[in-house]
């Protein structure tokens, strides 16, 4: 007893530790609310946590019907605390103490993150281990190890099946939503199984790899898993023939298509799909008018390449990634049987990779509104939501700023190298920031708040090993154990069966 006492408090100081806050001034007024200069808040807040965490012992030994895998590509730790104060401070709070819907589940779980041959991921190898449960080369997909990037002769015996081919054949619907092209690397793992992330059709394919019989990794949408009930991405140019105008930038080549091998997958698609319930849409209008109740399988298509960012989106025409949510979890609740979905939030990582970190964290604030709009559509009694990530970026931010400051706002002294202000988010890598003379801009003097604005001096922004850990956020099911994995954050297997 008197051991457990003593682990008793100790647990309770680190969690008085971990929320103590000090006082400070933000635009020259304190911030502190009232009941936070009261120790008795921290005391009561502690204790509730304790209490919580110890109900949550207990084994949950209920099978869960639905699974939801939301990926938000490149998001890192780092990334979710901005992220985090960020949707506080636009919810008009100070930020630091906001909780996302994400914060809510009750477990939270931490993980290695590798490739087989890179010690920094890339998001193909990392799909194919958290959807596949094997661990695989950097920039190859649905393959193993033992498959080599870019060598066709590799592919073949190599392959291994994902989790929405195990849903597909244990009866139940599928559905891949993505704000970045649908075969990309994250959600090409779903279904494709290829030796290169980068051959979209086969107008990025060596031609040798074409004549060796490797398909590109659209014509797999279609034909390795034929009938995924939900598709929701971006992507249309790879779907279409050689200099095809696209349907809406008729007039702009970078839009055409890219088939050499002359197929329409859409028309194929459609024509196969004919004496169904099956829609294809290609903008917001159509994908709203929809009827799930009326709809079995649904094709939508919205930009030829990646959807823009949620920022720069026309919310006339372009559908968010929480309105794509919303669809697919309507039509995919029609199967008795239960559905898997795997919902990727893409554009989180290439923010990071511009050195844009207001775009990224918009992507993050955004793939959490997704969250909690998944959350009211489905029930925590028979489904499992994951909340994860493949890798993380060099993003941090620090310098002291004070509670409440903004997140994309300047620290509170200047550097000691060059003694002019500095935002407080950071990139050790990246496109960088301008250069004046050989001499670094004072930051002051810009709008350091733009979307655009870059705060570093490097080559191009890479991935972060992910620290090595990052988070993973359970809800539902009690889980032990996970798939083998190398992103950020692993994708964990349920103590009971999932199908």
Request: net charge neutral.
């Amino acid at each position: 007893m008197a051991h457990r006492n003593v682990c008793t408090m100790l647990v309770r100081n680190l969690l008085l530790c971990s929320l103590i806050a000090l006082g400070v001034h933000c635009l020259g007024k304190k911030i502190i609310p009232d009941e936070e200069k009261n120790p008795a808040y921290w005391n009561t807040w502690a204790q509730r946590s304790l209490k919580q965490a110890l109900q949550l012992q207990e084994l949950n030994t209920k099978v869960a019907k639905n699974i939801i895998l939301f990926l938000g590509d490149g998001m890192g730790i780092s990334t979710v605390t901005a992220a985090r104060i960020l949707k506080g401070q636009l919810n008009g709070q100070s930020g630091e103490e906001y909780r996302m819907e994400m914060d809510k589940f009750p477990y939270v779980a931490l993980s290695k993150t590798y490739n087989t041959d890179a010690q920094v991921p890339d998001s193909a190898g990392t799909a194919t281990a958290y959807l596949c449960g094997v661990k695989a080369n950097e920039g190859t997909l649905g393959v193993s190890a033992a498959a080599v990037r870019s060598q066709c002769n590799t592919t073949q015996g190599n392959e291994v099946t994902s989790i929405l081919r195990w849903a597909k054949d244990a009866g139940k619907s599928v559905g891949i939503v993505t704000t970045t092209r649908i075969n990309h690397a994250t959600p090409s793992a779903a279904y494709a199984h290829c030796v290169d992330r980068d051959w979209f059709s086969d107008g990025e394919m060596p031609q040798e790899a074409v004549d060796a019989g490797c398909k590109d990794i659209a014509r797999q949408l279609f034909e390795n898993i034929q009938e995924i009930d939900v598709i929701f991405g971006g992507g249309r140019k790879y779907m279409f023939p050689k200099d095809t105008p696209d349907v809406e930038y008729p007039s702009e080549k970078q839009h055409f298509g890219t088939r050499k091998d002359g197929r329409n997958l859409v028309e194929e698609w459609k024509e196969r799909m004919k004496e169904k319930r099956a829609h294809y849409v290609w903008n917001k209008k159509e994908l709203l008018s929809l009827n799930p109740n009326k709809v079995d399988y649904v094709l939508g298509l919205f930009e030829p390449s990646d959807l823009p960012y949620n920022l720069e989106r026309n919310k006339e025409t372009d559908p968010s990634l929480t309105e794509m949510v919303d669809v697919a979890l309507k039509i995919l609740k029609n199967n008795p049987n239960g559905f898997f979905l795997l919902v990727e939030g893409g554009r989180i990582d290439h923010g990071h990779h511009d050195g844009k970190a207001k775009q990224a964290l918009h992507e993050t604030v955004e793939m959490d509104r997704a969250i909690g709009r998944a959350g009211l559509l489905t029930s925590v009694h028979d489904t499992l939501t994951v909340v994860t990530a493949d890798h993380s970026h060099v993003f941090s931010f620090g310098g002291y700023t004070p509670r409440g400051n903004s997140i994309f706002g300047l620290a509170p002294m200047m550097s000691d190298r060059d003694q002019k202000p500095f935002t407080s988010i950071l990139y050790g890598n990246g496109p960088g920031y301008s250069l004046i003379n050989g001499l670094r801009e004072n930051v002051s003097t810009v709008d350091y708040l733009s979307v655009d604005h870059l705060e570093v001096k490097c080559p191009a922004q890479r991935h972060n090993g992910g620290g090595p850990w990052d988070r993973i956020h359970l809800q539902v099911f009690h889980l032990e154990g996970q798939i083998p994995n190398h992103s950020t954050t692993t994708t964990p297997s349920s103590s009971s069966p999932i199908l």
